[in-house]
Nanobody
Framework: VQLQASGGGLVQSGGSLRLSCAAP????????IGWYRQAPGKQRELVAT???????YYAESVKGRFTISRDNAKNTVYLHVNSLKPEDTAVYYC?????????????WGQGTQVTVSS
């Protein structure tokens, strides 16, 4: 199973984007959905998750700037990325998991590139 991320782009420092993650309903309705990112030369890291009940969790590096939400009618999870910094530049991916820090359940898609210029 592969979840599709979209919505990335090139923005200036301080700008905002809304990333979208479309998931099959069979996956969306029973699993935690997480947003991950991988910057050049770095390991992929988890930045935010949202439970089936809608409870969000965030990495310290993005807390207060990123907001994760889910639209159950559209089987879509969003990541609102605000107050962007050059260090947020990365390819952003989404995947299902069983909770923060657990292994992912699907294969990795192409992701969506977010580039923040200073």
């Amino acid at each position: 199973v592969q979840l599709q991320a979209s919505g990335g782009g090139l923005v200036q420092s301080g700008g905002s984007l809304r990333l979208s993650c479309a998931a099959p309903r069979s996956i969306f309705s029973i699993n935690v959905i997480g947003w991950y990112r991988q910057a050049p030369g770095k390991q992929r890291e988890l930045v935010a998750t949202i439970t089936v009940a809608g409870t969000p969790y965030y990495a310290e590096s993005v807390k207060g700037r990123f907001t994760i939400s889910r639209d159950n009618a559209k089987n879509t999870v969003y990541l609102h990325v605000n107050s962007l910094k050059p260090e947020d530049t990365a390819v952003y991916y989404c995947n299902a998991n069983r909770g923060w820090g657990t292994r992912v359940l699907g294969s990795w898609g192409q992701g969506t590139q977010v580039t923040v210029s200073s």
